[in-house]
């Protein structure tokens, strides 16, 4: 049975990590080589984490799925990262970051840790100068910065739109420094298929290799999940196409809670979907909304017109045109935070004002911005996504304005973990967006990556020793342990049953359904008979799915379909509990609308008595109803209001 003790320490909210800090047991360096780590992930978290444990001294395995750590989903992040230096001079401060992503997430995340990743912000910005990264520089060569949504100062630190690669080059780079000094070593191309647990302790995972298909035992004194988020349950989102839930719903059945699952970010600018073919969406970055402003028609009859292909959106005049988040939300205009976008954007289509050939776009334009500052700065702030948006799209977004649509992009939902980011499970920790920590509700844009680097270059250092100063006299594992064995044979079986199931349909068809189940159901706008009807069809298609999927290959051998289906089966498990989650949740926060809780004006309405909690959810064998864990979160720090952009 779980028990959830958040750990949080004690003092005043601005003392509580350096207290933490002056009082955590430490291991001394001759011990930290007695120690194995393996770290799950070469992300901006798990690389980071890895290079910082190896950089102190303790023995560190890495592993990814790509044949290069280079190519965690990471590298697509474009618009920037926020750190509180207050370098514009416009009245940031630790304690603003600390409030906005606490409102931003619509009071549902723990303070702490909030306040935590706030005040190691400004060492990320530091430690990235440090490596090299290539930050935007204004003319007098200090670090520029821009702004993103539900922010009301400039925050963001980027490198054109490509700030994830040049964060994720500078991980790589102290990584491949400890790769070379033997202190990391390196497992590209793994696919993570279980954890070890020995006495109730991590202490290692199985994995296959992708390339020659053989079954892998490591063993650790401490296993760190930095594997990213699960948004691709929905099927089409904007997350790389390898992204998957599979190590967090391995832990999850092996004893790591659950949190939140139900809340994921659906991203107000991305490329609309275009066709039933499509198995990837394209995100336009959050950075575009710093100068582009968002419209509709305000003419029904326009929109139509527009629709039919008999009016272009150049030809409709000022005075016609509805910037409809200027018009509601004065105080914060295009900028406002993405769930309260992505809700509006939608509830224009919904009301037959949507643009396209489909009626479910809303337009990004830049005229204004292209006639205040010219061609040329426009080019330069975001040249690569209007080329990208060209080449996807084959219209110049210099001429006519880009098209765009909310998709699943981020959850915040995942492993739930204590102030020492540990989860349930004695010895292992999850990073990143893999754990459900800092954005309650709804993650503000640009604090990803600060969460994933602050995670990894300065909460884990510190708090995975506090737990390994008891484990110096725990030997090396040697992975033949009969707790290795039983789950290397678990894993063997769970494979081979996939591939003696030889029925008729692809995994990604059944991927595809599942995805259109959660995207109706459990997507912008739930309600409760949406939620009932995913929870009566999600068994059904994975019944079908263990019946009727059909794995073409062998398992000693290179097959991406089986690696697919592995993660499929995953998902297919996962969006029953996040409609579950959704179910339960009869209120109505950031980025998890429950259409029964609103107020007059349309937005989300919470309901603080019963629900200011974090829900983590213990697995209780399959097909049998997880059990409901509660941890309540207190507010100290900040009062809990109605959010308000207006
Ligand atoms: C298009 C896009 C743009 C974004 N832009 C921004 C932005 O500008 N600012 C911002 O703050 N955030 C942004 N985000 C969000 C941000 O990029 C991610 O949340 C963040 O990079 C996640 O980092 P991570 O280290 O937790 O995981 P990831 O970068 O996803 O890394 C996961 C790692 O785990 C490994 N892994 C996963 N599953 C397995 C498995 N089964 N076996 C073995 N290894 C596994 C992978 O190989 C990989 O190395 C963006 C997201 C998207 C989709």
Redesign the pocket.
Known sequence: MIKLDAKIPEGQMADKWTNYIDHAKLVNPSNKRKLDIIV????????AAAASLAEMGYEVKN????DS?R????????????AAKNYPNDGDSVYRLFYDTVKGGDYRAREANVYRLAEVSNSIIDQCVAQGIPFAREYGGLLDNRSFGGAQVSRTF?ARGQ??QQL?LGAYSALSRQVKKGKVKLYTR????DIVKIDGRARGII?RNLVTGEIEKHSGHAVVL????Y?NVFYL????M???G??VWQAYKRGAAMANPCFVQIHPTCIPVHGDFQSKL??M???LRNDGRIWVPKKKEDAIAIREGKLKPTQIKEEDRDYYLERRYPAFGNLVPRDVASRAAKERCDAGYGVGTTGLAVYLDFEEAIGRLGKSVVEARYGNLFQMYEKIVDDNPYETPMMIYPAI??SMGGLWVDYNLMTTVPGLYA????NFSDHGANRL????????LAD?YFVIPYTIADYLADQIHVPRFTGDEPEFVQVEQEVKDRMNKLMNIKGTKSVDSFHKRLGHIMWENVGMGRNEEGLRTALAEIPKLREEFWNDVRIPGGTEEYNPELEKAG?VADFLELGELMARDALNRNESCGGHFREESQTEEGEAKRDDENFAYVAAWEYKGDNVEPELHKEQLKFEAIKLVQRNYK
Request: charged share 10%; glycine share 20%.
């Open positions: 799950v992930g070469t992300g901006l978290a798990g690389a592993f990814c799925y790509q750590p190519r965690a989903h990471s590298i697509a992040a474009q618009g920037g990262i926020n980027y700030t994830g994720l793994r696919d993570m298929l994995v930095a594997t990213g988020g948004g989102s904007t997350n790389a390898g992204s998957n599979s190590p394209t995100l970055s959050e950075s992009h981020y990073l990143g967006e893999a844009g640009a604090s990803a990556l600060m969460q994933g990894g993660r």
